[in-house]
């Protein structure tokens, strides 16, 4: 039986600007299966990265349920929230947000050290997902020292570290080269082929 891993039922999400109100999401419903990859598509301004972080649960909906194996996650507090992006939700954003003092190995363990529920060995694990995303002889540099596609897979196994379910990724390929941009979609398919990841994807293009 297919498991399912997102269900977003009826979500409206309505931001307040000045006297008007911006419908920025309107009765939006989809499901999402175990081991799927589909995109959001569509123009800037559309309201898809603001679905993507309700699915994350960095932002709550105006109206409607989210669920995230099979957990509605828009009745959970600050600390559930915490607790379920750690161990549930990989996100990678569009400018990689790797911290610049720290090498990609050291990027990728970050969030395993922070995790209540440890499964791995931080730097076991790094390497491991480092050397699947052929980031082998990389690991000991900074972001500095690697080009936009690398900092991009170094963002993909830090979002992977902890082994969650579900992978949202906020334009992946927006900010690189259409070679690099290729690179990192390869990787992708790579992670939701030898690992069963979900993976959502917000893209315009």
């Known amino acids: 039986m297919t498991q399912q891993v997102i269900r977003v039922e009826d979500v409206f ?4 600007l000045g006297k008007t109100t911006i419908h920025a999401l ?3 419903s989809f499901e999402v ?3 799927e990859m589909i995109g959001i598509v569509g123009p800037s301004g559309s309201g898809k990265s603001t ?6 649960g960095l932002d709550t909906p105006t109206q409607g349920i989210v669920e995230i194996d099979g957990v509605d996650i828009t009745r959970m507090n600050e600390d559930q929230l915490t607790e ?12 990689f947000n790797l911290i610049p003092t720290l090498t990609a190995l050291e990027n990728v363990a970050l969030p395993i050290q922070f995790s209540q529920k440890r499964q791995f060995k931080p730097e076991k694990r790094a390497k491991e997902l480092l050397d ?7 690991m000991g540099h ?5 080009s936009g596609g690398q900092q991009q897979r170094v963002a993909i196994a830090r979002a992977l570290a902890n082994n969650p379910p ?3 990724a906020d334009e992946p390929t927006g900010n690189l080269d259409t070679e690099s941009g290729e690179v990192v979609l390869n990787a992708l398919e790579t992670i939701r082929n030898d690992v069963n990841t979900t993976i959502v994807i917000v893209t315009h293009d």
């Open 166 to 168: 579900l992978l949202l």
């Open 142 to 146: 900074r972001p500095s020292e690697l």
């Open 84 to 95: 379920i992006r750690n161990q549930k939700i990989g996100v990678i954003f569009q400018f």
């Open 51 to 56: 679905l993507l972080g309700i699915i994350g």
């Open 132 to 138: 699947l995303l052929g980031l082998k002889d990389r």
């Open 13 to 16: 999400k309505e931001l307040p």
């Open 33 to 35: 299966n175990s081991g």
């Open 26 to 28: 309107r009765g939006v």
